[in-house]
């Protein structure tokens, strides 16, 4: 149960500095296209969410690699598997499949519900201009929490 706990909420963690890394070039590339309109060229870019983003992705590798379930699996086996759904016994199997499923039913909810905030979207554009890609993290990360949830109710039955 700690290693769907564990790698749940790094996931959650890493689509939050992916987002903020997106945002942040999003940004730089519409302050640099307004000053090129004005006839001045200047990038400047944040590099504190990538640097935070690849850190945190090379610590959450090395932890994953180093926890995984079935240590006989080589690295290049285990780096194209989510390590979610890595059971140990046909139990964990069953629960597995119900949390997905139950993620599924939430990711059909969730994302009907933010394309209709897309309505909405032209009227605090300029306030939010990386509104989208937000979304489409809320998305994934109530997809997560509704998994890891779900996961850990069936378990603890």
């Known amino acids: 149960m700690k290693r769907v706990i ?4 790094s996931s959650i963690i890493l689509y939050v500095l992916m987002a903020f890394t997106v945002a942040s070039f999003a940004s730089t590339i519409t302050r640099s296209m307004a000053a090129l309109e004005a006839g001045v060229f200047e990038l400047e ?15 959450w590798t090395i932890y994953s690699f180093r ?3 079935n240590q006989q699996m080589s690295f290049g086996q285990w780096s194209v598997r989510m390590t979610e759904f890595s059971e140990v016994d046909e139990r964990e199997a069953l ?17 009907p519900f933010f394309m209709l905030t897309f309505f ?10 990386t509104y989208p890609v937000f979304a489409l993290v809320a998305t994934l990360i ?15 039955r």
Do not use: C
């Not at 564990?6 to 909420?9: D, G, L, R």
């Not at 870019?45 to 610590?59: A, G, K, Q, R, S």
């Not at 499949?97 to 990711?107: E, Q």
């Open 120 to 129: 909405f979207y032209p009227v605090f554009q300029t306030a939010w201009p």
């Open 45 to 59: 870019f944040n590099l504190l969410p990538f640097v935070l983003l690849i850190v945190f992705f090379i610590v």
């Open 6 to 9: 564990v790698q749940s909420i």
């Open 95 to 111: 629960i597995t499949a119900k949390a997905t499923k139950a993620a599924y039913v939430s990711f059909n909810i969730s994302v």
């Open 142 to 156: 109530i997809a997560n929490l509704v998994y890891m949830t779900t996961w850990i109710r069936a378990y603890n």
């Open 67 to 69: 926890t995984r379930p």
